[in-house]
């Protein structure tokens, strides 16, 4: 039998754009966490690699908006087993970076073409999030064209905490994100302020 995590967290995607597509989770699984690193395959074979910005929930069809139960999660469970069908999870990652199709360079820009449309999205694992490290050219992304609905320092956070725990080891990890801190710092024109206010959020 299928483990549970190996279904968790995949997703299909349903809207997509060089800079960003929208993937709906199947009902088995579970949504990434926002800033969390998704990769997904392009019609030419390159590996797409997105940040999650958003994530939301709602009914599956327009017309059948919820209602509150007044049930735990264990009664809601167990007496209306359907509800969870009735809703669909959705969401929607930023385009970062993409690995070419031979597999040989990722690069840290937008992709030549967007995510094929019922391409499956999936959490990508520790060694790829290393290897969107240095020189962190994605951070420009996000520091001047964020997703306009999401405040931006709330998703620096969010990834740089991705990064930081990522690494192999503390050494490692306090490293990448001091390197990254020097990114930021030069694309955030030197505001310290705003910077040390990131690193405490990534750091508690």
Known sequence: MESRKSKVENAEVIESS???????????ADAPSFGSWVHVEADDGTTLYGLVSH????????????????LSEEERRKEMPHVRELLRTTYRAQVLGYRTADGRQVRQTLPPRPAAIHAFAEPCPPEAVRALGRPYDFLRTLAHHPDEAVPADDLLVAVLGQIHAAQETEDEARAELVAAGRQLSRLLDDDHERLHAILRRVEA
């Open 18 to 28: 060089t800079r960003a597509f929208t993937a709906e989770v199947h009902e088995d």
């Open 55 to 70: 994530v939301e929930t709602g009914p599956a069809a327009a017309n059948r908006q919820p209602r509150a139960l007044g």
